[in-house]
């Protein structure tokens, strides 16, 4: 497994959710910058493979009265670390929140997907 651990990822699919944040378009834009750059900058990724894509919320209730939020979900082949795992999402929450101080959530989760089950077509 320790060459496979080092083996680039491919596909890795990063999934922005945002409420209460990101209503400009270069504000969105800067957020899926700010996601590829970061994801493309880890040495077991593959930049060339990264897929960004964000989703705005239009319904959001959080019960301590949280207004806005971002959370980043990154899907990678399973075989990375959980070191690299807290590297990225690390690298991952301070890069936005330097950028986007105001929201007052930002969280990452890093899951892993299954390299069995995982199919893909490209035309």
Known sequence: MGAEQN????????????????DAPDDR????????????AQTFINGDDIKVRLYPCADFLALDGRTSFLHITVRLLAGR???????LACALRDALDERFAKIQSISIEICDMDPVSYKKRLA
């Open 29 to 40: 834009q800067a957020a899926m910058t700010i996601v590829a750059n970061v994801g493309a």
């Open 81 to 87: 670390t959980a070191e690299q795992k807290e590297m």
């Open 7 to 22: 083996r680039p990822c491919q596909m890795p699919h990063f999934i922005i959710e945002a409420a209460g944040a990101l």
